[in-house]
Structure formats: C-alpha cells, structure tokens
C-alpha cells in the first residue's frame, strides 16, 4: 500500500498495488462524478494513453455512463482519498439487494428515487457485474464532495457515518472472498484514518431504530469483526 502526500487542501490517496498478471485491454464504464485522473490512477494508465485510444480531445467529454477502453492494463486497484476532517465518527455496512450494479447504476436508482444528489453511499463494491471486478472499490460522489450520505434515514446517521453499500443480496447468499477482503481494506484504511473505534462499525441493521436486516443475515459479521480487530 503507497500513500502520496496531499497538496493543500486535497484529500491524500490511499492505494493497494496494482493487480499482478498479464497486461490487457478491459473497457472501463465512468461513474459519477469520476475524473480522467482518477480512472488513470485505478488502471496504472496515463491519461494521455486513456485519452488517445478514446478519440478524446478534452478532458471535460467524459460523461458519467460513457464506456472507456483503456489498454495494457493489469486491472484496477483501489483508490481511497482521506479527506482532513473530524466529522466522521462511524462506518455502516450495507448491501444493495440488486443482483448486479455499478456506481453509475446504482447512481441512477437513486436519481429515480429522487435523491438529487444522487449515489446514498459513500463507496460501493462490486460483485464482478456491469463490467466491473469482483471486489473493485468504487467511490462515490458524495465522498468526492464531502456531503452527508443518504444511506441511513435515523437521526443524524448520514453526517456522521461514512456509508459502505455491497453489490449483492446478502439476506440469499454468502459474500464473496474478493469482496470481503476488498471490504476489510476499506473499512481498516478508514477506520485508522479518521480513529474510528470498532464498536462505532457496526451494519444498517444495527442503526438504533433501522427496520432491516442489511447488510443481510449471510454477512460473515464473526470473520469481519476478527480481522477488523488485527488492524
């Protein structure tokens, strides 16, 4: 994991190394609110490259939903910015009930609800759906803009809880291995950047008044609060 220090009001970048294998050309499908810049960081490609095979000639044609061909690419890796603040004090676990999704449909969902400002979450991890990896961390534009959440409708939960979604039902099946290590990463990088104590984790059910049982009841809460625990 590399940490690159920030300039002056900018958030620092929390990276995993890139993904080993062979080199390969995937297409990249642009979420909300997502820069050239950062879908260069995710793929270890230089805007430049990204920009060419793409017939872009300004950085400002990338629209939300536009797919991207980015070439000789090992795959995306994380990119977590931490952005200086005191105000986030919790981290909840959700699951999207949808059997697929993306930031950018997920973001679209909750445009349809009527949520202006799109995406409730804060970050979401896919399930290996809409040409996404298993496991890939997508942030959403909420994080990127600082804004409260609209992941949790309780009280003052949505000022004070970083929101983590799940691509998946986890009330009907198990959660995958990549997605749960990809979960931990967030949630440890999270939890000793902004000191946030493990009772202060907790999932959308556990929310004092919430009627739910998300992040679903096959959510491996022993194996997640363990290996939280180690960080």
Known sequence: ??????????????????????????????????????????????????????????KTQLKKGMKLLIPNTRGPRANIP????????????????????????????HH?????????YDFLIDNGTR????????????????????HVKQGDWNKKAIGIAMVGNY???GLPDKMMDSLIFLVTTLKGFYRIPDKNIVGHRDVPGAA???PGKFFPWNEFKRRVRMY
């Open 1 to 58: 994991m590399t940490t690159s220090m920030p300039r002056v009001g900018s958030p620092i970048s929390t990276l995993l190394p890139a993904p080993s294998g062979a080199v390969h050309d995937v297409y990249h499908e642009v979420g909300p609110y997502e820069t050239l810049w950062r879908i260069s960081s995710i793929y270890s490609v230089d805007m430049a490259t990204i920009m060419r095979v793409n017939n872009l000639t300004n």
């Open 131 to 150: 040409g996404k990896t298993i496991g890939q961390i997508e942030v959403g534009p909420r994080w990127m803009k600082q804004m409260d959440g609209a």
């Open 171 to 173: 009330s009907e099946t």
């Open 82 to 109: 931490l952005f200086v603040t005191t105000r986030w004090t919790y981290i909840v676990i959700h699951h999207t009930v949808t059997d697929q999704g993306s930031a950018y449909s997920i973001d679209g969902l």
């Open 212 to 214: 739910t049982e998300c």
């Open 112 to 120: 349809q609800r009527g949520w202006d400002n799109g995406m409730g």
